[in-house]
């Protein structure tokens, strides 16, 4: 028998032994019956021992097959490109971003663009006397508040209905079971337009509109609640609250927790400063009714109320299995612990057990997320002005069908990508935050 001290024990193909030790070998032969060499004959192989040498040599090896995947990839990407190039030049049409700037020549019932302004650039409602670039800028801020919205409805809905199918409420539980899947096992277009037309359709006119606390009305011509209007100091309190938002952003690459507490508590006194400093830097803008119209306050459009709801609603059925599988994953010994603590059930789900789930939540909620934002594209099944009903409009205008669906593939990827980044970005500090 052969004996390794201080060393590594390898076996050489097929019937000897080998040590090796400060990169000397020795290599001894043993005497084995025919059996024990059938079955060593059979074996792969092992491989030699990996050192600095072979570790650099794997991953120049890792390196140079995803780099040959990578060249293969851009390769046929642009014997493609090249393709089309040549089969749209041999039917005579041409690739060009000039109808950008063209006239529109059509209005949009709502939304912000960029335009130019008595101070600069600043965002203006649309009209038809501006360009197709503004149009699609237009498309893309309804997108982009509808997705806003959303995502911060369906977060928060979501979570209550997944803590509401946990209840121990035989009638909670099980209504939530009984929404999720009726949710999450209809289409999202019919849920659209089951909002739209059956609900806030069948809404009375702004004269026999029910208007809750004074404030916010609930019509057929749209939804309108209270908003905030800044006044002349507004000004002052922004620069306060500029240097609210340094210090915060500059917290976070504090690593000092108690420097990092500081950060936070000079940015609340800065805001609670600049606030006392600018006197009423904002007011209340209360939405008033008349007849056929709303003054004041903000106000959203039946098209809009109605994609934000069934998005939202849509989404928090997902995110709602998403946060009970999370929570069902935590060990039973952290409630136990809990529970010894003296924590009831509530206190020991919010304090104890969700948060350790977040970790478990956050990748499905990225996806969760991105989904949200590419779906807003439905919109153009009740009308709602959003990206892609508006780059219908203009490529109708301008005849530009491809250099237009180009730029809406962007856009969408583009958006896509930084929803997901902030995702994973964010997930990645929670994960650090819990390793520490």
């Keep these: 028998m052969m004996i390794c001290l201080g060393a590594q024990l390898q076996l050489v193909y097929p019937d000897s032994y080998a040590c090796t030790d400060n990169g000397d070998v020795t290599v001894t032969q043993v005497h084995m019956s025919d059996a024990q060499k059938t079955h060593f004959a059979h074996m792969p192989p092992p491989l030699p021992p990996r050192g600095k040498s072979g570790r650099r040599l794997a991953r120049f090896r890792a390196f140079t097959f995803q780099a040959s995947i990578l060249a293969a990839i851009v390769a046929a990407l642009g014997v493609f490109l090249s393709l089309v190039w040549a089969g749209l030049r041999s039917h005579g049409i041409g690739f060009s971003l000039d109808f950008l700037q063209q006239q529109a020549g059509f209005d949009i019932s709502e939304g912000l663009t960029i335009a130019h302004g008595p101070h600069g650039l600043t965002l203006a409602p649309f009209n038809a006397q501006q360009t197709n670039a503004q149009a699609l800028v237009a498309g893309l801020y309804n997108t982009l508040v509808v997705a806003a919205i959303s995502i911060v409805l369906s977060t928060i809905f979501g979570v209550l209905l997944g803590v509401t199918r946990m209840s121990k409420n035989w009638v909670a539980r099980n209504w939530a079971w009984g929404f999720i899947e009726l949710i999450r096992n209809t289409p999202l277009l019919i849920q659209i337009l089951f909002w739209y037309f059956a609900v806030f359709l069948q809404l009375p006119s702004i004269a026999e509109a029910s208007i809750f606390h004074g404030s916010l009305i609930l019509s057929r011509q749209g939804v309108f609640l209270p908003w905030l209007i800044a006044t002349e100091s507004a000004t002052t309190f922004e620069w306060f609250a500029a240097s609210a938002v340094v ?190």
């Design 247 to 436: 210090m915060l952003v500059g917290a976070g690459f504090v690593r000092n927790r108690r420097y990092r507490y500081s950060f936070g508590l000079a940015a609340v006194i800065m805001l609670i400063a600049g606030y006392a400093i600018a006197g009423s830097p904002f007011r209340v803008d209360v939405p008033v009714a008349s007849t056929f119209s709303v003054s004041g306050g903000a106000g959203f459009s039946p098209e809009m109320a109605s994609l934000i709801v069934a998005l939202s609603v849509n989404t928090a059925a997902f995110i709602a299995e998403i946060v009970r599988g999370a929570v069902e994953s935590i060990e039973k010994g952290q409630w136990e612990a809990a529970a010894a603590l003296g924590l009831g059930a509530r206190e020991s789900l919010w304090v104890i057990v969700l948060p350790q789930a977040v970790k478990v939540i956050l990748p499905s909620l990225g996806n969760q997320y991105v989904s949200l934002a590419k779906s807003t594209s439905f919109a153009i099944a009740i009308g709602f002005p959003d990206l892609f009903n508006v780059y219908g409009t203009v490529a109708n205008q301008s005849g530009r069908s491809l250099e237009g669906i180009l730029i809406i593939m962007a856009v969408y990827l583009i958006m896509s990508v930084s929803i997901g980044g902030l995702a994973n970005a964010y997930n990645r500090h929670v994960i650090r935050k819990g390793a520490r």
